[in-house]
C-alpha cells in the first residue's frame, strides 16, 4: 500500500514538472511574436505601393500591403522578411532583435526597378511620291489576285445575301409592316393582289432578276 502511494506521487509530481514546462514554453514562443505594421513607400517617399508581397523567408505565410500600402501582420522576431512588387527591386528585412515590445512599426521603401530596353530604329515617313511610286509597281500573285475579284463581284456577294436567314431586325420589320398594313385597312376589307397593277409590276421585276427560281 505504501509502495503504491510512493508511486502515485512521483506520477503527479512529473505531471506537474510536465505541466510546468510547457507553460514556460508557449510563454517563451508567445514572447517572441511581434505585430508588425507599417507602410510600403518608394524610395523617395513620394507615395505608397499598394499590393506589395511581404513573404516570411522559409515559409509560406506572408500578407499583401493594400490601396494604401499599409499591412499588418503577426511574425517572430528572427523572421527575415522579402518584400517585393513589380517594377521595384526586392528587399530583405529582418526586424530589431533589440526590440523587446510586442509591437513593432515601421515604413518600409523600395527602390525603382530600372531596365534596358532595346535598340528601336526610326524611320522617316515617305513622301507622297514614294508612296504613290510604290503602291503603283506592286505585284500582287495573280491567284490573290483573282480571288480579291470573285469575292467582290456582286453575283456572289447577292448569293451569300440570299442564303443568309433573317435576324432579328429584319423579323421585327417584317411584323411591324404587316401590323401596319392591318391597321391601315381596319374596318374595310382589304384589297385582292391579283387586281393590284402595283403587286403585278413587282411579280414582274421580281421574275425578271430571278428571284423566283427554285434552288
Known amino acids: 500500500m505504501k509502495n503504491s502511494t510512493t508511486i502515485t506521487a512521483i506520477f503527479g509530481i512529473l505531471f506537474i514538472l510536465g505541466i510546468k514546462s510547457n507553460l514556460q514554453a ?8 511581434v ?5 510600403v513607400l518608394t524610395a523617395d517617399s513620394s507615395k505608397t505601393i499598394p499590393f506589395a508581397t511581404i ?3 522559409g ?18 522576431r528572427s523572421d527575415v522578411l522579402l518584400f517585393t512588387c513589380i517594377g ?3 528587399r530583405y528585412f529582418k526586424i530589431p532583435a533589440q526590440n523587446k515590445s510586442t509591437k513593432f512599426k515601421s515604413v518600409v521603401t523600395l527602390q525603382i526597378d530600372s531596365f534596358i530596353m532595346e535598340e528601336a530604329v526610326i524611320i522617316a515617313q515617305p513622301t507622297a511620291e514614294q508612296l504613290d511610286y510604290m503602291f503603283t509597281r506592286v505585284k500582287l500573285p495573280y491567284d490573290d489576285y483573282m480571288i480579291a475579284q470573285n469575292n467582290l463581284r456582286r453575283k456572289p456577294l447577292a448569293d451569300e445575301a440570299a442564303a ?8 421585327a420589320k417584317w411584323n411591324f409592316t404587316e401590323y401596319a398594313n392591318k391597321a391601315y385597312y381596319n374596318g374595310q376589307p382589304q384589297p385582292i393582289p391579283v387586281l393590284d397593277i402595283f403587286a403585278w409590276g413587282k411579280f414582274l421585276k421580281s421574275l ?4 423566283l427560281k427554285r434552288k
Open 26 to 33: 508557449q510563454t517563451k514562443n508567445d514572447s517572441d511574436l
Open 208 to 211: 425578271e432578276k430571278g428571284n
Open 35 to 39: 505585430q508588425f505594421t507599417g507602410f
Open 164 to 171: 443568309l436567314e433573317n435576324d432579328g431586325y429584319s423579323n
Open 88 to 90: 521595384y527591386v526586392p
Open 59 to 76: 515559409s509560406s505565410r506572408g500578407t499583401y500591403s493594400d490601396m494604401q500600402g499599409y499591412f499588418s501582420f503577426v511574425a517572430k
Open 55 to 57: 513573404r516570411i523567408m
